[in-house]
């Protein structure tokens, strides 16, 4: 016990070697838990990059699967680029219950995402970090001539030191050829690719021949690589996108959570581009809506468990009652003997279907093809 007392003190600097140590219960005691601790402490968890995983020294570890972490930042965020985040505990300004099952957590701070990327020229990936309040994960930018920093939602593959830019806003007669690398020359290839086929379609169609070599030189001159923002017009045909906009030069609405995406399948120089999102639903989105190149990070999310109530509760979820646990006049499923629901579909508090009930009476006109549902 003393030789257990004496390593862990003077790996902690609080003896000198050669220093005695006075025997004694409780001290002997602490000593021997601090070292369980420490040797238990490098085997509770286990990280494969993947997922991290807990020994199961509790129940609640037993289930417990996080994704990994191991890649991302390991201090804060910058703090000019963060907000305060209030929390209303769901209550209006009157004070009533609008939200339910919200409250409690703990304290967040908003991380200012960049949406628009309308600040054109070259960025640096500075680093990944972990970002509280959202599913992806977040990259911070640095500008390479301004010194800027940013933060962008961190697509799939990208890594610090990449270098990644905008293509918002930019007058694409001033720009020049990106230099040839290994994805600029896949994408040189199929531009010529296309070039050589366009006689004949040239032939077929007639009337858009000079649309359609503008389009080309402009797609030449964008460098479609993981990061990169450009509008909708410019993204070639079957090109896998997220962060997507609804209007003309505005912010980035569409496959912002964790391994969200869409496919491009059809734009033009003009008009209307249309995309499939991962739901199944292809919609109209406007040529000049903002769109980034790749996959949002962590798509390992949807695997992961929390294990435990307490983890909902530090994320600011309270408890959810059943229906049926409910007295009559406070939800349609309550009262009665029993496990009954007084011969009703499953609905919401008021009354509103909650299982495959329509409760939609507006169709939007941008949808093309709803989602698949059941």
Known sequence: MLAIRRAVLQQSSLLLPGARVVPSVKSNYAMAQIAQGQLRGMANTKDDGQFKTWKPLAPTLRQRRMTSRKHLHKGGPIRDLTVARRRSGGRNNTGRITCRHRGGGAKRRIRLVDFKRSEPGPQQVVRLEYDPGRTAHIALLKHMESGKLSYILAPVGLKPGAVVQSYMGVDLGKLQKPQRGTNEALSEAANSKSAAEEPVEDAMQGANTATRSNSHDMVGKVNVEVGNCMPLRLVPIGTTVHNIGLYP??????????????????????????????????????????????????????????????????????????????????????????????????RSPWGKLAKGGKTRTKTNPMVIRGRPRR
Not at 290 to 314: D, F, P, Y
């Open 249 to 346: 030069y505005g912010r980035a609405q569409l496959a912002r959570s964790a391994g969200a995406s869409a496919q491009v399948l059809f734009t033009s120089s003009s008009g209307q581009a249309h995309i499939k999102l991962m739901s199944g639903e292809i919609r109209r989105v406007p040529v000049d809506a903002c769109a980034t190149i790749g996959q949002v990070s962590n798509t390992n999310h949807k695997h992961e468990k929390l294990g435990s109530a307490g983890s909902r509760r530090r994320r600011g979820w309270r408890p959810t009652v059943r229906g049926t646990a409910m007295n009559t006049h406070d939800h349609p499923h309550g009262g009665g003997r029993g496990k009954s629901k007084g011969n009703k579909d499953p």
